[in-house]
């Protein structure tokens, strides 16, 4: 049974040269895991899965549905960039590296933090703010009986339509902020491993 997996390791990675006796996966292969996972799910819903919801539904339930998603999805790219960055410093040396890394030019911790920070950001401050200006907005757009774009909307509308747009905007720039980190991330790993 041994043999076994330790031949299943060599298949996940083949550069493992771990003679291991218990089950064991190759941090390369987490890594290249969580990466693929986070940055796969971070392309779809940025510029596919989103932009399809916002031309397929009115824009209320696509304001909804993204209110559901967004949670989700920014805890995703969150807990990925802090597992990334667990996983680092595993190997030797990394976990002096992600201790101190604003001390060093080590572009791959700097890739994980900027994705940890700005999950985290979106996650738990910018997302939440935002997504109470757009149900306050859903609100005031049914006490008014008007759609938040038409031209006399009440003056408490436009600067809830001002502030909606700041945050979201916000957002948008942090979660590809999150993106550009995570594909230098990928490079990084295409081009010298984990």
């Known amino acids: 049974m041994t043999a076994r997996i330790d031949e299943l390791t060599v298949l996940i990675c083949p550069t493992c040269t771990c003679n291991r006796t218990r089950f064991y996966v190759c941090p390369l292969a987490q890594n290249v895991d969580s990466l693929g996972t986070v940055l796969g799910s971070t392309v ?10 916002y031309t397929s539904l009115p824009r209320q339930q696509f304001g909804h549905l993204q209110s559901r998603i967004f949670p989700r999805f920014f805890a995703l790219q969150s807990l990925s960039a802090l597992a990334l960055l667990g996983l680092y410093s595993r190997r030797p040396g990394g976990g002096e590296l992600v201790r101190t890394f604003w001390r060093h030019g080590n572009k791959t911790v700097w890739a ?26 859903h609100r005031r757009e049914r006490i008014e009986g008007k759609s938040y774009n038409e031209k006399d909307v009440s003056p408490e509308m436009k600067a809830l339509n001002k502030r909606f747009g700041k945050l979201h905007g ?25």
């Open 112 to 137: 994980l933090v900027v994705m940890a920070t700005t999950g985290l950001a979106n996650w738990l401050v910018v997302g939440p703010i935002t997504t109470d200006v757009m149900k306050t907005r």
């Open 170 to 194: 916000i957002s948008s720039l942090v979660n590809l902020v999150y993106l550009a980190a995570a594909a230098g991330h990928a490079a990084w790993i295409a081009e010298y491993g984990a």
């Open 44 to 53: 779809w819903h940025s510029f596919i899965g989103g932009p399809i919801a």
